[in-house]
């Protein structure tokens, strides 16, 4: 069954998103587990290595162990970005936003205007996944600070894409931190999660974009659950890779 490995750029002087992609006659794309998708997606990358202005980000947990390879081969700094959802109570499943890293949160106005007294049950959702976050948030980082996006080219990690939901509020909560180019990277997706995508990321890398897709795990050999204290040992490895200069990077031009 043929396959895409595709590179979405959007192309923001003529507004559309563009596809480059070679047709490869084979069988669809699988990879044997998380990190060789990472060493894989790293590859497409490497425009963006050794550089001082480019942060790599993973959705936890399952992203984590891919932007860890891609951090390592970019030489570039790793950290998490948590995307809660903001379920609609007594609809969980149903999306009312999302809150992100950062204080950043984001509102689905069509759903919103369908909840009785909206306000007041966003709010205490809120108040409660904005916790959740903040507990994560300290879990993985064990008193690092959090990092400053502002003016920085984020790569958005994830292990793969099926709805799109949460990258989508990803990017639309990087783009309120004033990210200066937001990369969505992720091994495998459907071509048409990947198209939405490529049209509200400033560039988005999908490595295999299956036409039959069903779900991201059935790409991987290897798709077993992430644990906290793996994203916890990942981000740990490699922020002493970085204190220890093992990941050297180099001043960019403004001009770059």
Same mark, same amino acid.
């Given at each position: ?9 959007? +192309? ?10 070679? $047709? ?9 587990? +998380? ?15 050794? +550089? ?18 891609? *951090? ?19 609809? %969980? ?6 809150? #992100? ?12 205007? $369908?909840?009785?007294?909206?306000? %007041?049950?966003?709010? $205490? ?44 509020? *990803? ?8 990210? #200066? ?21 400033? %560039? ?53």
């Amino acid at each position: 069954m043929p396959h895409f490995s595709g590179k979405f750029t959007n +192309r923001k002087d003529c507004g559309a998103a563009v596809l480059e992609s070679d $047709a490869i006659s084979s069988m669809e794309r699988s990879f044997p587990n +998380r990190a060789e998708a990472g060493r894989q997606l790293a590859e497409r990358l490497d425009k963006y290595a050794g +550089r001082d202005d480019v942060i790599v980000l993973g959705l936890p947990r399952g992203g984590v162990p891919v932007a860890y390879e891609v *951090a390592k081969r970019l030489r570039a700094p790793l950290d998490v970005f948590i995307v809660r959802k903001l379920g609609v109570p007594g609809f %969980e499943e149903l999306a009312a936003g999302a809150i #992100a890293s950062g204080g950043v949160r984001v509102l689905n106005q069509d759903v919103v205007r $369908a909840i009785p007294y909206a306000e %007041e049950a966003i709010e $205490a959702v809120t108040v409660r996944e904005t916790a959740e976050l903040q507990r994560r948030e300290q879990i993985y980082r064990q008193g690092r600070p959090a990092p400053e996006l502002r003016d920085k080219i984020v790569i958005l990690v994830d292990d793969g894409l099926a709805t799109g939901a949460t990258m989508r509020a *990803a990017v639309t909560a990087l783009r309120q931190r004033g990210a #200066a180019k937001i990369v969505v990277a992720v091994p495998v997706g459907p071509p048409d999660t990947c198209d939405e995508i490529a049209q509200e990321a400033d %560039e988005a890398i999908c490595l295999s974009t299956p036409p039959f897709f069903q779900a991201v795990g059935q790409y991987y050999e290897d798709f077993s659950q992430i644990s906290d204290d793996h994203v916890r040992d990942l981000l740990s490895r490699s922020a002493q890779s970085d204190k220890e200069g093992r990941f050297p990077i180099h001043p960019t031009n403004a001009a770059d």
